[in-house]
Structure formats: C-alpha cells, structure tokens
Nanobody, 114 residues
Framework: VQLQASGGGLRQPGGSLRLSCVAS????????LGWFRQAPGKLREAVAV???????VYADSVKGRFTISRDVAKNTVYLQMNNLEPEDTAVYYC?????????WGQGTLVTVSS
C-alpha cells in the first residue's frame, strides 16, 4: 500500500496550489480521506476530510479557501488551496482511514512566502 503525495511548492501569499495523493494497493472508494499538515515546531493537525459517503469537514483556518475532493476513477484525493497565507506553510500529508487501518503519504512541502 502506498499513498504518493505531490504538488507542493513555493507560492506568494494569495497564490494557489493543488495537492494530489494517488493511492496504490488499495481502493480509496471505501476510505475516509484527509489532508493533514505539520508546521515546524507544531503538532500535526487535520486540514480537511472527505468521508467515504462524500461529506466534508474543514479546519476553521482553511474554510472558504481550501477544497478537498476525490476522484474514484483515478484513486486520487486532492486539496485545492486558494488564497494561501504564510500560516499555511507546512508539510502536508494525505491519509486514508478505514475501520482500524490508517495509511499515510510521505508528505509534500508547501511554503507560502513573499
């Protein structure tokens, strides 16, 4: 099982990025999928979650700016990030959870700086 995250990079405040997380070895269809982030010196925090039934939940800090989505056919979960802020700088991780099983991607670095 592997989750391969990509799409991170350097953006100026107000910019956009789209993160992707492609799964192999599992079908994401039945999983609850999430994006988490960890900034330097801080704990990992949940950013956005899309449940297997399609419902979504967002951290207050990203509501209205980030959108999580899944493409079942491509076995991929996305995080569209708009109007980026310096506080969004972190390593972003994708996660897939089903029953007692949790899988993590390797992380992709997002840096927001002028």
């Amino acid at each position: 099982v592997q989750l391969q995250a990509s799409g991170g990079g350097l953006r100026q405040p107000g910019g956009s990025l789209r993160l992707s997380c492609v799964a192999s070895g599992i079908s994401l269809r039945a999983y609850n999928l999430g994006w988490f982030r960890q900034a330097p010196g801080k704990l990992r925090e949940a950013v956005a979650v899309v449940a297997s039934h399609g419902g979504t939940v967002y951290a207050d800090s990203v509501k209205g700016r980030f959108t999580i989505s899944r493409d079942v056919a491509k076995n991929t979960v996305y995080l569209q990030m708009n109007n980026l802020e310096p506080e969004d700088t972190a390593v972003y991780y994708c996660n897939a959870v089903r029953d007692q099983t949790s899988h993590w991607g390797q992380g992709t670095l997002v840096t927001v700086s002028s």
